[in-house]
């Protein structure tokens, strides 16, 4: 039971554009979720994340958007750079456990 | 200065043997993890431990042994490995309620 979804296993985005990353999660429990950027070779990194307080957290290039009642929050970076290239996964938790559910990510790539 | 450094980066075994994996942290966290990613990239977690003492076990067979000496290290052992074990594990470490901090993964592949 997949409880954090990511259905675009990849994107390919313009530099300078906006790159716009999703997700769908189930269990409505849920009220804390993250970012994680991952490079080849290298462990996830954290990136953004959100409580379910809130709808909109930014920093920087990065936005995350959380609509609780649809279960679907979204990473959008803008602009899109070269270096942004790389997997992104969603995770989520409970703020009560110790234990993040990781979606299965999504491959970015950002070309010139 | 790596912050959660694990070791080896790749490990080649045969099945049946027992292997470890070490994994260390100098952030000064309270919580260590064990995360599995498969070949399906489903990163899931398998172990967690706070101060030494195990938190987490997400029904992960006997055969996996994590073991914590002090709050600063977390290895994990496997018995009598077989095929599909063959994945990428990620030790690392948190303060409570705070992002995960990971390491760089060790491929495991058994043949």
């Known amino acids: 039971d997949q409880q954090v979804k990511q259905n675009s296993p990849s994107l390919s985005v313009q530099e300078g554009r906006i790159s716009i990353l999703n997700c769908d999660y189930t269990n409505s429990m849920f009220d804390y979720f993250l970012w994680y950027k991952k490079y080849p070779a290298e462990g996830p990194t954290f990136l953004i994340s959100?409580?379910?307080?809130?709808d909109k957290n930014e920093d920087g290039r990065f936005t995350v958007f959380l609509n609780k009642s649809a279960k679907h929050l979204s990473l959008h970076i803008v602009p899109s750079q070269p270096g942004d290239s790389a997997v992104y996964f969603c995770a989520a938790t409970s703020l009560n456990t110790d234990k993040l559910i990781f979606g299965t990510g999504t491959r970015l790539q950002v070309f010139p | 200065d790596t912050a959660v450094s694990q070791t080896p980066k790749y490990l080649v075994t045969q099945m049946g043997n027992d292997k470890s994996i070490k994994c260390e942290q100098n952030l000064g966290h309270d919580t260590m993890y064990w995360y599995k990613q498969d070949s399906k990239k489903f990163l899931k977690i398998m172990f967690s431990?706070?101060?030494?003492?195990?938190?987490i076990n997400e029904t992960v067979p006997n055969r996996f042994s994590p073991k914590s000496p002090d709050k600063a290290h977390l290895n994990l052992h496997i018995n009598s490995l077989e095929l599909g074990d063959s994945a990428v594990y990620f030790c690392a470490s948190s303060p409570r309620d705070s992002p995960l901090h990971f390491g760089n993964g060790t491929r495991l592949t058994v043949t």
């Open positions: 959100i409580s379910s307080i809130k």
């Open positions: 431990y706070n101060n030494k003492e195990l938190i």
